[in-house]
């Protein structure tokens, strides 16, 4: 019998901007990347919506995600861990 490989998954690390609803999280992503020609650092963002299935997470916490599956119309990242979380 044949083992079929699984596809190795993005993970990403980032910081929790809200909570939308029920095990949802929102993580915002932000990335440097150097202009091709003119060579000026340049910071990217990216909110993603992440399922946080124990509702660990809470706001301002920095995360790492996982890419999953589909999970709704929005959801494509699940929380993998709390990296540090937020000063109170």
Known sequence: MEETKRHLR????GRVTSKSGDKTIIV??????RHPLYGKEIR???????HDEDNRA????VVRVMET???SKLKRWRL???VSEAAK
């Not at 993005?10 to 690390?13: G, P, S, V, W, Y």
């Open 80 to 82: 993998v861990d709390v």
């Open 58 to 61: 809470s706001v301002g916490d």
């Open 69 to 71: 599956r589909p999970l």
């Open 44 to 50: 990217l963002s990216s909110r993603v919506h992440a």
């Open 10 to 13: 993005k993970t990403r690390e």
């Open 28 to 33: 915002l992503i932000e990335r440097r990347v």
